[in-house]
């Protein structure tokens, strides 16, 4: 491990980073937000074509778009993604670890296996953005291919690690991307921007039993092959 303070301190940012799923009240300033994807708008894209688009909600703004998506959610009105994000088959190694975070959070909160009612209710907080002060939505433009996915992703890797930085926390959703016409729709949005996901963006609520949930990371080895070192 390094002794250079600059790299510890990127280090730590890094690792202790983690999805969080309840917030504080606490506001963050618009400062604060454009600081971060200032930040964020420095990572790599092809061509710099620079394919990002984002909205950031908070306060009435915010509350407007959750009621929205929540009152087709509770409905059970489900829109659909219009991109595969995950697999249309779930199969191993992927499907043991999507059901260990999973079965991980509901023991925590104490959601016992089979509460549907309950397991509703949690997924539908994600709509509420876990209660963050502030929500961002990313899109990006139809007319763009798949490999700006990769950019997107280095986008969003930068935001989250800057707002570690300053103490604030995060949790990437993609959940926000099943409800694109509604999304599209209450943000008054073309029809050429394509829902990516959102975001909450806030300071973690340190009491929250869901908080202390980190997901594990396979081994360096287990998904990486070395060639041609000494």
Known sequence: MSNDPRIQAVDEAIRSRHSMRRYLPTPVSRDVVTELLELAARAPSGTNVQ????????GEARK???????????QGIKEGREFDYYPKEWTEPWISRRRKVGFGLYNLIGIPKGDKERM???????????????????????QLGRGMFLDYGMFMGNLVIAARARGLDTCVQAAFADYPTTVR???????????VCGMALGYADPAA??????????????????????
Do not use: C
């Open 51 to 58: 394919p990002w688009k984002v909205y950031a909600l908070a």
């Open 64 to 74: 407007a778009l959750s009621d929205a998506i929540l009152e087709q959610y509770n």
């Open 120 to 142: 509703h209710a949690q997924t539908g907080r994600n709509y509420r953005f876990f209660d963050a002060p502030v929500g961002l939505v990313f899109t990006m433009s139809r």
């Open 185 to 195: 729709k209450h943000l008054g949005l073309d029809d050429d921007e394509l829902i």
């Open 209 to 230: 039993p869901e908080n202390t949930l980190i997901a594990e990371r396979e081994a360096v080895d287990v998904f990486t092959s070395f060639r041609g070192f000494l």
